[in-house]
T-cell receptor, first 109, second 116 residues
């Protein structure tokens, strides 16, 4: 079955700096890779996703890159703000989404 | 279009009691997933259902846990004889499609179970 590994588990950055979170997956048949953001006490919400027919996708300060050969994908947040502080989860599909273990991002003003 | 609705939002049970968690998927979604999140941990897949069918229950403990998604009404996750280790947030999610062409999962607000 699909196995998803996510690094780092915690990440602290200064406001305005960039943050990068990386994930690897095992099932070469996977072709959909979402990133979810979960604020404290709230539900996970999709922030960006990418399908395997593209290598990069951007949405304002957020971008995701995908390397299908190496089976890894990354989330990039530029110009971080305190409201970006949350736990971020990557995921890859089997017949259901398998989530990474999460990265707790703290952005200090 | 209402989102994924879960109830109760908070549930307190004593050891040995039963917990029933309900989930109504988004309108037009026929795929329902249950995930468990222990404090400070990630989202662990439990079970995937379509109407009247359990498609994948590989993440669900063999004993005390069961799930259903009847033809009419919400999906129900049932935990019998709860123990303290069952204390967690249980998230339901729904989607239009699945598999390796999986689309976005829409999550409910979660049901937070506390076992005393």
């Amino acid at each position: 079955g699909e196995n998803v590994e996510q690094h780092p588990s915690t990440l602290s950055v200064q406001e305005g700096d960039s943050a990068v979170i990386k994930c690897t997956y095992s099932d070469s048949a996977s072709n959909y890779f979402p990133w979810y953001k979960q604020e404290l006490g709230k539900r996970p919400q999709l922030i960006i996703d990418i399908r395997s027919n593209v290598g990069e996708k951007k949405d304002q300060r957020i971008a995701v890159t995908l390397n299908k050969t190496a089976k890894h994908f990354s989330l990039h947040i530029t110009e971080t703000q305190p409201e970006d502080s949350a736990v971020y989860f990557c995921a890859a599909p089997a017949d259901k989404l398998i989530f990474g273990t999460g990265t707790r991002l703290q952005v200090f003003p | 279009n209402a989102g994924v609705m879960q109830n109760p939002r908070h549930l307190v049970r004593r050891r040995g009691q039963e917990a029933r968690l309900r989930c109504s998927p988004m309108k037009g979604h026929s795929h329902v997933y249950w995930y468990r999140q222990l404090p400070e941990e990630g989202l662990k897949f439990m079970v995937y259902l379509q109407k009247e069918n359990i498609i994948d229950e590989s993440g669900m403990p063999k004993e005390r846990f069961s799930a259903e998604f009847p033809k009419e009404g919400p999906s129900i996750l049932r935990i019998q004889q709860v123990v303290r280790g069952d204390s967690a947030a249980y998230f339901c999610a729904s989607s239009v499609s699945t598999g390796t062409t999986a689309g976005e999962l829409f999550f409910g607000e979660g049901s937070r179970l506390t076992v005393l």
